[in-house]
């Protein structure tokens, strides 16, 4: 199976998940005032699902600007949809002001479902924060994010915490990775937007680096299943990017990945990228990170291969 390239028009940071009866979509769109879910029994259906809108933010508060980077996750019966939001637009100290928060629903159709009202995920530092994703693993629930520290220099790092329920933490968390490297600190010192797989006998997290122009990226660390994952010398990470932005097939600055399957079980990379380098003003109000999708294949090593960024084309092959 292939898809057409891009796969669904101005909708970055998109997420993925298949469920028992098909599969849902969800990510940032342009406005950044609404979340909003697809539906469709096939991968390739969820290009023409229709988008309903199951939360908007409010005028004021907390959670009424910016809504960044939603995940919809399904946690012992009920569905989670965690995501990001500032007070205002305003930026303080270099930073826009996001907090991490939680929606639950315990209807059986997220779409149509009842949603609860608006939860903030805390962890123990009370700074710019985003971009959580959730997995389960050693039969426990796992918390994964990207959260300035004050005390390091740079944008955010990446830290894992074992969770009591999908909105509160258990565990005191775990710095997993923070910018060090050149590709890394591309315009923005940033580790951001991590994923999850899982391969034989390892454990995988992408994440996503550098600043959202063509310089983003996806950096990847890994941990052996069987070893604890707070235990920071367990992780390794490599010393360089393993999707980059591709100048011979104009793609650029791939990254905030997710992962799937196809309907016959084969692994999917699910990622945003631009077509173009020239943007007008702040990359962030660009609309044109499109989501993206790619088969990707594992190495004789257990590593994943995830190539490069194919060029654009509108028909399926």
């Known amino acids: 199976m292939s898809w057409p390239n891009p796969f669904i028009t101005q909708r970055a940071d998109p997420f993925i998940l298949r469920h028992a009866d098909g599969y849902y979509f969800i990510a940032s769109v342009p406005e950044y005032d609404r979340l909003e879910i697809r539906f469709a029994p096939t991968l390739a259906g969820l290009i023409d699902a229709q988008a309903v809108t199951v939360w908007h933010k409010p005028d004021t508060g907390p959670f ?12 012992n019966g009920q569905w989670v949809i965690y995501f990001a939001a500032a007070p205002t637009r ?19 159709d997220p779409l149509s479902g009842n949603w609860q009202p608006c939860r903030r995920v805390h962890t123990p530092i009370d700074s710019f924060a985003l971009d959580a994703t959730y997995f389960a693993h050693q039969g426990k629930h796992w918390y994964l994010w990207a959260q300035k520290d004050p ?5 955010s790092n990446l830290y894992l915490a074992e969770l009591l329920n999908p909105w509160t933490l258990k565990s005191a968390p775990v710095m997993l990775s923070r910018p060090e490297y050149e590709w890394e600190c591309a ?11 899982q391969h034989g006998d390892k454990l995988f997290v992408t994440y996503s680096a550098s600043a959202t122009d063509e310089n983003y990226c996806l950096g990847i660390l890994s941990i052996d299943i069987l070893a604890d994952p707070l ?10 990017p ?9 793609q650029y600055g791939p990254g905030h990945n997710s ?9 999917v990379l699910v990622y945003h990228a631009r077509n173009y380098t020239e943007i007008e003003g702040d990359p962030l109000w660009d609309p044109n990170r ?5 088969y990707f294949h594992w190495r004789e090593d257990g590593t994943p291969d995830f190539g490069v960024p194919p060029a654009d084309h509108t028909s399926v092959p």
């Open 259 to 267: 992962f799937t399957v196809d309907e016959a079980g084969r692994d």
């Open 187 to 197: 315009g923005f010192s940033v580790n951001e937007g991590p994923a999850v797989i």
């Open 290 to 294: 499109h989501t993206r999708l790619k």
């Open 90 to 108: 305003e930026i303080k100290d270099g930073l826009f002001q996001h907090r991490m928060y939680a929606l639950v629903c315990n209807d059986a």
């Open 242 to 250: 393993v999707f980059a932005t591709s100048w011979d097939n104009q």
């Open 151 to 155: 005390a390091i220099p740079g944008n």
């Open 64 to 75: 009424s600007a910016l809504i960044w980077a939603p995940e919809l996750h399904h946690i």
């Open 231 to 240: 235990n920071l010398s367990a992780w390794r990470k490599s010393a360089r």
